[in-house]
């Protein structure tokens, strides 16, 4: 079973690395206008970091103590409800459900501009680059460390923490943090498009 965890935490880990590299590669399509190949470098990215994001909470929910995080934020006898808040109680943990909810808000934004993405080019380069830059931190969190030695259990969620509240609070805070980046990758991207720009078929994404 240890085995299995930690060569899924391997697996976990290269998703982020991989989703970096696809989100880089994005802004680079985004700046030169390649709008169509940046469209499917950010799906990509998008995809890793939602599997990497679902992967460590797994390991909360099935108690995979092999797991760094999972050790020092969770026990075998937590109920299922505290399991899911302890996924988000450390730094790497916290910054991953942060990356997840950019990275929807992301790919939304993206994809509700689809047909006229040539002038709302910035503001989703701004988005990319923000989801980037947080998922860079959450690499350098390195939420997948693995624990190295067999333990029977964790050490278990502060009592502070043992709340309702806790399951609910991280998640509206974070998604407060991405509704503002949000609003101001738009306000500020489309205070820096020209008004009009020459359009051009290859533009498009579909």
Known sequence: MAAGVL???FFGGTALVLALLFYAA????L?????????????AAGSLTIFASSLFTYFFMS???????VYEHSSTSLPPLLKLSASWTGSGGSLLLWLTMMTIATLAFRLSKRHSMNNERVPGLLMSFFA??????TLLADPFRQLGIPVPDGSGQSPSLRTFWSVLHPPFV???YTTIL?????IL???????????SGDDRIF
């Open 7 to 9: 060569s899924y935490a």
């Open 174 to 176: 974070f998604a407060a």
């Open 63 to 69: 108690d995979s103590l092999a797991l760094k995080a």
């Open 31 to 43: 700046l030169r206008a390649r709008l169509r190949a940046a469209y499917c470098l950010l799906t």
């Open 132 to 137: 980037m830059a947080v998922l860079a931190f």
């Open 26 to 29: 994005d802004l680079l399509c």
């Open 189 to 199: 991207g489309r205070r820096l498009t020209p008004k009009e720009e020459p359009h």
């Open 182 to 186: 949000l609003s101001y990758a738009i």
